[in-house]
């Protein structure tokens, strides 16, 4: 079966189609792939959890299909509310971010703070039909804590923008230069796979 990612990030599109590849017989499409025009959904959620929940019930109408929308908000250990990203990690000031804008501010804050402790929490929404929906932000979704560092790591990944400021917070290591730790990671992370397969299980796909 396809079901589809409301996302058009590509980055993102492909690390789900990776985590969700033991589910031989699923097909994880995007929003670009759909042939409709795309709704414009304001995220005004207050958690990104709401936020997942808005997004996935928006493209749900409009394609009337299975969708499923994540959303994730960034953390500081010991910082003030008013630094605090949340859920809105891309934008500033009321600005919408580029990725080479995303690196330049949060590299700015390193600059300014010192590495930063931080730590993604991740939020899953999956709308099946009208009548049946499914939605965690259990904690096994989000991220390990790593350090934010004011330095970027040379490699760039398209949409995921503060990947080269991300070190590993025991070694000190950027992950981009832990290979054989981030395949680790991927091997090992399997949540949203759990989350995927008892949905599937309970709708007889499985």
Not at 43 to 50: C, D, F, I, K, R
Not at 166 to 178: H, L, P, Q, R, S
């Amino acid at each position: 079966m396809k079901l589809l990612y409301g996302t058009t990030n590509q980055g993102k599109l492909e690390w789900m189609r990776r985590r969700l590849a033991p589910i031989s017989d699923l097909e994880v499409i995007g929003l670009m792939d759909m042939p409709s025009p795309l709704p414009s959904v304001r995220e005004n959620g207050l958690t990104p959890l709401e936020n997942a929940r808005i997004k996935a019930w928006a493209y749900y109408e409009a394609f009337h299909r299975p969708v499923f929308s994540c959303d994730s908000g960034l953390y500081f250990e010991g910082f003030p509310q008013e630094i605090q990203p949340g859920i809105h990690v891309r934008r500033v000031g009321g600005k919408e971010l580029t990725d080479s804008e995303m690196t330049e501010y949060y590299s700015g804050l390193a600059k300014q703070y010192g590495d930063i402790t931080a730590r993604y929490k991740n939020a899953v929404c999956l709308v099946w039909d009208r009548e049946h929906s499914y939605e965690s932000m259990e904690e096994s979704l989000s991220g390990e804590p790593f350090l934010l560092t004011a330095i970027p790591h040379p490699k760039r990944q398209k949409g995921f923008p503060l990947d080269c400021l991300t070190k590993n917070i025991v070694t000190g290591a950027y992950y981009y230069d832990m290979v054989e730790k981030r395949q680790e990671q991927v091997d090992t992370d399997n949540s949203f796979l759990l989350f995927f397969q008892k949905i599937l299980r309970d709708r007889n796909f499985l």
